[in-house]
Structure formats: structure tokens, C-alpha cells
């Protein structure tokens, strides 16, 4: 299993990114997907994450700003960033808590993103 994520840059404060993130390999089913990020100097912590049945969460610091979606049929997790301010700069990964033919349960990490957000 593969976790493969993409749409990182850099961009103006107040402007806008999409990261997206597709899980391959032999994929039984997908429990839920999410984002972290990790800021120099800091712990990694939770943006946002998807359950199979839509439900979501949000970290305090981008509730209203960020929007986490999925396409369930092409195992892909996206995450709509608008209105980016300077502290939401950091490496940011993705996440898949699913279940494989090969290796039953487990967590899969992508290799991470730089967002950057200049002032």
C-alpha cells in the first residue's frame, strides 16, 4: 500500500491550495483519511480527517477555513485550504487507517508536502 500526496506550493496569505492524496495497492477497504501537518520546531498534530461514512474533524485552527473531502471509488482524500495564513506553513501528510489483503489492518503515511504561505 501506497499513500501518494500532491498540491503543495507556495502561496500569498489569504490565498488558497488543494492538497490531494490517493492510497494504491491491494486495498481491502479505507476507515477513515486525514491530514496532519508538522511546522518546524513542532509537534506533528491533526488537521482534518474523513471516516468512510463522510463524518469529519477538524483541528480549532482551521475550522471554517479548511474542507476535507474524498472520493471513496479512487481511494483519494483532498484538502481544500482557503483564506491560508502564515502559521498554516508546515509539511503536511496524509494519513489512511484501512485495511489491506497483504497486511490486514494498519496506518499508512504519505511522504508529506511543504505548504508555504508568505506574509
Known amino acids: 500500500v501506497q499513500l501518494q500526496a500532491f498540491g503543495g506550493g507556495v502561496v500569498q496569505a489569504g490565498g488558497s491550495l488543494r492538497l490531494s492524496c490517493a492510497a494504491s495497492g491491494s486495498i481491502f477497504s479505507i476507515h477513515a483519511m486525514g491530514w496532519y501537518r508538522q511546522a518546524p520546531g513542532k509537534q506533528r498534530e491533526l488537521v482534518a480527517a474523513?471516516?468512510?461514512?463522510?463524518?469529519?474533524n477538524y483541528a480549532d485552527s482551521v475550522k471554517g477555513r479548511f474542507t476535507i473531502s474524498r472520493d471513496n471509488a479512487q481511494n483519494t482524500v483532498y484538502l481544500h485550504m482557503n483564506s491560508l495564513k502564515p502559521e498554516d506553513t508546515a509539511v503536511y501528510y496524509c494519513?489512511?487507517?484501512?485495511?489491506?489483503?497483504?497486511?490486514?489492518?494498519?496506518?499508512?503515511w504519505g511522504q508529506g508536502t511543504l505548504v508555504t504561505v508568505s506574509s
Open positions: 474523513i471516516t468512510s461514512d463522510g463524518s469529519t
Open positions: 494519513n489512511a487507517d484501512l485495511s489491506s489483503w497483504d497486511e490486514g489492518a494498519n496506518d499508512y
